[in-house]
């Protein structure tokens, strides 16, 4: 399956789409090194890549390769893998860390609390128990996520062939 998702990434890499070069998300779309991007897994349409800074240990994001931030303006293809890949992630999330909960969102345009409006990224960030409690109420503690490379190894290792 994963082997069949990486010829269909390399395919339309070939093609080629509109990127746009100050945006963080299409840096990560048509990064060589996907180790180094983070990158966990990529379909024909999207991808899957750690959240560079994360609310949790195992917060990532899935990612539509084209620069496009209106999620009515995303083809059938291109919603439809979006939405493969969130349920795969979920799985993958829920695999690794075993959380009491998962947060799927989409944060449309910068009142909405989007980091990169212009670029549409779904969020999966895993949630345990109280985790908010915690935070809020000891706010002078940060909690500290695991290391971003132990949570793409986590995650790539998680993730069902
Ligand atoms: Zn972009």
């Known amino acids: 399956m994963i082997e069949r998702l990486w010829a269909?990434?390399?395919?339309?890499y070939v093609g080629g789409h509109a990127?746009?070069?100050?945006?963080?998300m299409c840096v990560l779309a048509a990064a060589p090194d996907d180790d180094e991007a983070l990158v966990i897994a990529r379909g024909a349409h999207a991808f899957v890549v750690c959240n560079a800074y994360p609310y949790t240990s195992g917060h990532v994001m899935v990612v539509v390769d084209r620069?496009?931030?209106?999620?009515?303006?995303?083809?059938?293809?291109?919603?439809?893998?979006?939405?493969?890949l969130v349920q795969w992630t979920t799985a993958a999330v829920k695999r690794a860390y075993r959380p009491d909960g998962v947060n799927v969102g989409i944060n449309l345009g910068a009142a909405?609390?989007?980091?990169?409006?212009?670029?549409?990224h779904v969020h999966v960030v895993p949630?345990?128990?109280?985790?908010?409690?915690?935070?809020?109420?000891?706010?002078?503690?940060?909690?500290?996520?695991?290391?971003l490379p132990d949570t793409l190894a986590r995650l790539r290792a998680s993730w069902e062939h």
């Open 8 to 12: 269909g990434w390399r395919a339309a």
């Open 127 to 147: 949630r345990w128990d109280a985790d908010t409690n915690f935070m809020t109420t000891v706010a002078e503690t940060r909690v500290l996520p695991e290391a």
């Open 67 to 84: 620069h496009e931030g209106n999620l009515e303006h995303l083809t059938p293809g291109e919603a439809t893998e979006v939405m493969g």
């Open 112 to 120: 909405a609390g989007a980091g990169v409006p212009g670029h549409l």
């Open 19 to 24: 990127a746009a070069v100050d945006c963080v």
